[in-house]
């Protein structure tokens, strides 16, 4: 089973992704230790991932692992020198399992150099291949991998495809190996690669020499191989079911077995590996599932064993003070007479007493023994012994048993309800089975991709009364919502704040409703500065398109996405608080703006107001929220959503949850 990606994988990717050089670096997180993930935007494409693993592969993926709460040092680094950087080059070293990814950002160019070889690791380095970042920092004897050493790069392997007929024949006869362990090993080709040229070839893969036809014919079928890249269907190999291999181009030597063809090597390694990891979590949550039900199963066990010893604790000492009061006259007759003895003799008179059968104890036939350290009798009534004090009376010593009774009863239905409550864990983690428990790592989940609207690059909502709102998200946005989509029929609402955001009612000469007017004011207010201020509410206007200008009076000056307004504005009140819901509607699509308007459109909401919740965690407890009690293909679409797409809803600053609505 394939755990890394071969030298002749990484030639096959490296050469498909060609296709995203001149990318930008939006941002880097690393959700493991040896794991990171590029958000890239490629021009003609959008947002693309790049997921870089040390030691065991490199591709894009549309199962984009979550990003941790806590950007790690390296991704800072990261972040730091490659942020809004344009990818330039992605190259093989060689022919060796070593990437590196060249990048520039004002004039400076970075590596990300990745090797996928042992247990791998990912540096980054200036022009001059020296360390600015690692990630796992390492000492080797003949190389440091620290932050200011410089990256030297191994020996360049020979490229078997690369070689001519003679070159191979030389290295082939002239090695003490097989054939196929040649090409395995001295050519870096791996054994599976190594076999299938032999395949290919028709050539006895155990030969330690080589004639020239079959030189000519191991040529070929290098050649044939390396052809097959981009040209044919790349595969995942199936072996009763479990995926064992990937391969960028068909091999023979899978022939007749169970395999699936993808368009493109990225997306069949991304599909083998996140399988890998969705199953491995997958494991992890049962382990975890089968560990917990044993653990409570052993409770129960042990509850169960702990209720019966305490019935059978609380039957004895009920049984016992029963016997004293049915042999009452002659228990309190034994008593007496040991107090009288105890005045005038020592302990050990009256065992010799009671052992004759003499003194003025007659029930001598019922004591058993004598315990004088403690001031003890232990009688035999019915058959039992009973332990009694000689200093208290046969009703006290009765009592005693009696409220021991008790309490053991008291026990054993304190005990009862811990088996009921270890009976309830036990039925709820059934029903929930291994999806009740988290894996050490989140397992990734498909990005969808869906079509985006053009008015998604603004903040928008649809109002109660199905009017398109819009608003701008900086200066330049500002611009271009007031230039380009704001017409004669349009309303203008802007809050009487300095850096307020445009807001466009796309009316198209429709007569707006109040309440749509009322929640493009709540709009407008709850993304300003209102917002950062803690603001309850705020003065907002509204006015026609044809009163907004960018023409100021004369010896002024209007700011880059500010505009002046005149003639009468029409103020209202808009406040400062605004609602984040979900549309399942086929999937799972984040909504935002006024109480209001995200009610009325969602299956399921949260309201916000100012408060101190940081972006993230608060785009995460509203994720936590919205899932909440939704169940099977629901919350799993609602749980695939990016935190990413409910922070771009939040207004700047910090929030509190006010209010959920279902």
């Known amino acids: 089973m394939k755990t890394s990606m071969s030298s002749f994988d990484v030639m096959a990717v490296v050469r498909e992704l060609q296709e995203i050089i001149g990318a930008r670096v939006n941002k880097v997180f690393q959700p493991t230790t040896s794991e990171l993930r590029m958000v890239l935007n490629v021009r003609g494409r959008g947002r693309e991932d790049l997921v870089v693993e040390a030691g065991r592969r490199v591709h894009l993926t549309a199962y984009p692992r979550p990003a941790p709460r806590q950007p790690s040092m ?17 190259e093989q070293v060689g022919f060796d399992r070593i990437m590196v990814l060249s990048f520039s950002r004002g004039g400076e160019v970075f590596r990300l150099v990745v090797e996928l070889f042992g247990k791998g690791n990912v540096v980054l380095t200036d022009a001059g291949y020296r360390i600015l970042a690692v990630m796992m920092p390492r000492r080797y004897s003949t190389r440091e991998l620290l932050v200011g050493a410089g990256y030297e790069l191994p020996p360049a392997r020979r490229n078997p495809f690369e070689l001519d007929s003679t070159e191979i024949a030389e290295l082939v006869n002239a090695s003490k190996r097989s054939l196929v362990k ?39 079928a290098l050649e044939e191989l390396r052809y ?43 599909e083998y590996f996140t399988v890998h990891e969705v199953e491995r979590v997958q494991r992890q949550r049962e382990e975890k599932f089968r560990a ?4 409570l199963l052993h409770r129960l066990r042990s509850q169960t064993k702990t209720i019966k010893k305490y019935l059978r604790e609380e039957r004895e000492l009920r049984s016992r003070g029963d016997a004293i009061y049915t042999h009452f006259t002659q228990v309190e007759r034994i008593l007496s007479a040991l107090r009288s003895a105890r005045e005038r003799y020592s302990w050990e008179e009256i065992e010799r007493r009671i052992a004759r059968g003499r003194g003025r104890i007659r029930e001598a036939e019922l004591i058993s023994r004598l315990r004088p350290q403690r001031g003890e009798v232990v009688l035999i009534l019915d058959g039992r012994e009973v332990c009694l004090d000689i200093r208290k009376s046969a009703a006290e010593n009765a009592g005693y048993y009696y409220e021991r009774s008790k309490k053991f009863r008291g026990k054993a239905l304190s005990a009862r309800k811990a088996v009921q409550r270890t009976v309830a864990e036990i039925r709820r983690l059934r029903a929930e089975g291994a999806g009740a428990f988290e894996a050490e790592v989140e397992a990734p989940r498909r990005r969808t991709r869906r079509k985006r609207e053009w008015y998604e690059k603004f903040r928008w909502f649809v109002s109660s009364d199905g009017f398109l709102v819009l608003g701008g998200r900086d200066a330049v946005s500002n611009e271009v919502l007031v230039k380009k989509h704001m017409g004669r029929g349009d309303v203008f609402v802007h809050a009487d704040l300095y850096g307020a955001p445009a807001v466009v009612i796309k009316a198209e ?20 500065r209102a917002w950062k201020h803690g603001y309850a509410s705020i003065e907002v206007y509204w006015v026609k398109p044809e009163q907004v200008s960018k023409r100021a009076e004369s010896g002024e000056y209007v700011a880059r996405g500010a505009f002046v307004i005149r003639g009468r504005r029409n103020y209202g009140i808009g406040r400062v608080r605004i609602a984040i819901g979900v549309v399942l509607n086929g999937e799972a699509r984040i909504i935002g703006g006024p109480p209001s308007a995200v009610e009325k459109h969602s299956s399921a909401h949260v309201v916000l107001v100012p408060g101190r919740g940081r972006s993230r965690d608060v785009a995460e407890a509203i994720k936590r929220r919205l899932a909440a009690g939704l169940g099977g293909e629901a919350r799993q679409k609602i749980e695939g959503i990016p935190i990413e797409e409910i922070q771009a809803f939040l207004p700047p600053g910090t929030s509190d949850i006010l209010e959920e609505q279902r």
């Open 74 to 90: 390296f991704a800072m680094a990261l972040r730091k020198h490659l942020g809004n950087a344009v990818l330039e080059g992605i």
């Open 182 to 220: 040649t090409l395995a090993l001295d050519l870096g080709l791996g054994g599976l690669y190594a076999e299938e040229v032999c395949l290919r070839a028709g050539v006895d893969k155990n030969l330690a020499q080589i004639s020239e036809r079959e030189t000519a014919a191991i040529r070929r």
């Open 228 to 270: 097959g890249i981009g040209r044919e269907k790349p595969e995942i190999i199936f072996k009763e079911g479990v995926a064992v291999d990937v391969t960028p181009v068909p091999l023979k030597i899978y022939a007749g077995q169970e395999r699936r063809s993808f368009s493109s090597f990225n997306q069949a390694l991304d």
């Open 292 to 295: 917990e039900l044993n653990r």
């Open 509 to 528: 000469g429709s007569r707006v409703p109040p309440t749509t007017i009322q929640e493009a004011f709540d709009f407008a207010a709850s993304y300003s």
